[in-house]
């Protein structure tokens, strides 16, 4: 598995799309779910997702050995935070991005065979972690997100996000107590989120 | 107390969906009802240090010594309150293992066509860069020792020159003791410059046909000379000395300067080239 993935990048180093491409199979979802998870919108997260593919082809060159998928991961990171800076100094954006996540992005979760309260309740519940994640700072919810979300180990969320093991551990306390207390304020009145949240 | 409940606090790893979870759920995807995830979370000492947030967020990941673990697992048989905190966190990281992962809405791989092939382009440009780069570095140079063996004619340059002070003494009426001072220069330029300017790279042997030979021979080497060795005064006036008979002869070509700034204009050209393709390529 790992000599055929270090196979395929070395042919996509040599220029070979195609070799190139099934990685991308390999890993588009979890990166498009990490850039979901980070930006809270399915445009933005599929617009970062394809910029972080052509950038991984484009400096495929300079990848020297090491992990591809933590290499990956973290440029995807900082686009998302690219993205992030970039939706600060235009406010707009991110107030729809939140609201998108409200119909379009959540139906996956509806199923046909479970109850129809059941089905609410769990929509309700994802919806309400997304909007724990949301209210995050940046760095814990990246933290939070590749920890819990994805499951990986802390040494290679030290090597995506380019913080050290201690850095990442703290984060990683500090954003799971933070959503911990939203959730915890969410569960008493869980219709609030919306009013509550700002 | 410990021991008979406390089994169920102990680190799950990772705990996927399915998997056992420990006796209290505190919020469960799967069982319908409200009470299910509202309940249980209520009350709550907030007041955890970091350093313990640190510890049980460890703890939850499995990721304590054996003797951080054995201390922390004795206060948390000893302390509600941290067992109370231990257990919602547990909570909060089973929810989000839990969140179901997003199908991607479309493939992301890359058309083969027109998807740029890195290698090749990157290193062409760079060849192409460095080479257009060091063609206009060489052009710049060679126009700038061109100028500098010709600098009486380009006035304004000359002064910057080591050799053009030599080259002057001769043009003045031969008193060389005055005209060593730079401050004459421009004044005592224009014909003799010309006659100079054209002969150490244009055409050594012989430059100008109006010109005596003797004479002309005799200074052409003295000018070279006094270009190519900035250093040696004494030997550069000697020739000098002996060549003001000639230097006024030659009538002040107009074309010497042309090939220098063209030389001058072409390199910065390529040089400007190459530093834009930088812009451009990306």
Same mark, same amino acid.
């Given at each position: 598995m790992a000599s055929e993935e270090a196979r395929l990048v070395e042919a996509g180093q040599r220029g070979d799309v195609e070799a190139f491409n099934q990685l991308v199979r390999l890993y588009e979802a979890r990166v498009y779910n990490l850039c979901y998870r980070m930006l809270g919108d399915a445009d933005a997260a599929a617009d970062v997702t394809q910029e972080t593919f052509i950038a991984a082809y484009r400096n495929l060159p300079r990848f020297r050995g090491g992990v591809f998928r933590a290499w990956l991961l973290r440029i995807a990171t900082n686009a998302c935070h690219d993205t992030l800076r970039a939706r600060k100094r235009r406010p707009a954006v991110s107030l729809d991005a939140a609201q998108e996540s409200e119909s379009g992005p959540l139906s996956y979760l509806a199923d046909t065979t479970e109850a129809p309260d059941e089905t609410a309740l769990r929509r309700e519940l994802a919806r309400a972690i997304e909007q724990g994640l949301a209210q995050l700072p940046d760095d814990q919810r990246v933290v939070v997100i590749l920890s819990d979300v994805q499951g990986l180990a802390y040494e290679e969320i030290a090597e995506i996000t380019g913080a050290n093991l201690g850095t990442v551990k703290s984060r990683l306390s500090r954003g799971r107590a933070r959503l911990r207390d939203f959730l915890r304020a969410g569960e008493?009145?869980?219709?609030k989120f919306r009013h509550d949240d700002e | 107390m410990g021991k008979p409940g406390f089994p169920a606090l102990r680190p799950d790893g990772r705990v996927r969906k399915g998997a056992a979870v420990p006796?209290?759920?505190?919020?469960?995807?799967?069982?319908?009802?409200?009470a299910a995830y509202k309940?249980?979370?209520?009350?709550?000492? &907030? &007041?955890?240090s970091d350093s313990d947030l640190e510890l049980l967020s460890a703890y939850i990941d499995n990721a304590l010594s054996v003797a951080e673990r054995v201390n922390l697992e004795r206060r948390l048989a000893a302390d509600p309150r941290l067992r109370a905190e231990l257990e919602q966190l547990q909570a909060t990281t089973r929810l989000l293992r839990q969140l179901p992962p997003v199908p991607p809405p479309r493939s992301f791989t890359?058309?083969?066509?027109?998807?740029?092939?890195p290698a090749p382009v990157f290193r062409l440009s760079w060849f192409m860069q460095l080479g257009s780069g060091l063609a206009g570095l060489a052009l710049v140079l060679l126009a700038t020792v061109q100028l500098l063996a010709s600098a009486p004619w380009a006035v304004g340059m000359?002064?910057?020159?080591?050799?053009a002070p030599v080259v002057l003494e001769v043009s003045p009426t031969g008193t060389t003791t005055s005209s060593?001072?730079?401050?004459?220069v421009p004044a005592a330029t224009p014909a003799p410059a010309a006659g100079i300017a054209s002969t150490p790279f244009e055409a050594p042997p012989q430059p100008h046909a109006t010109a005596p030979a003797s004479s002309d021979t005799s200074a052409a080497p003295a000018s070279a000379d006094s270009a190519r060795q900035s250093a040696p005064e004494a030997p550069a006036t000697a020739g000098a000395a002996q060549a003001p008979p000639a230097e006024v002869k030659p009538p002040p070509a107009p074309r010497p300067g042309f090939p220098a700034g063209l030389t001058l204009t072409l390199g910065l050209a390529l040089i400007a080239l190459a530093l834009a393709w930088r812009f451009i390529a990306r």
């Open positions: 008493l009145l869980p219709s | 006796k209290k759920p505190l919020f469960t995807l799967s069982l319908c009802g409200e309940t249980d979370m209520q009350p709550s000492s &907030n &007041n955890l890359l058309d083969p066509a027109p998807a740029p092939r000359a002064p910057a020159a080591a050799p060593t001072d730079e401050s004459n």
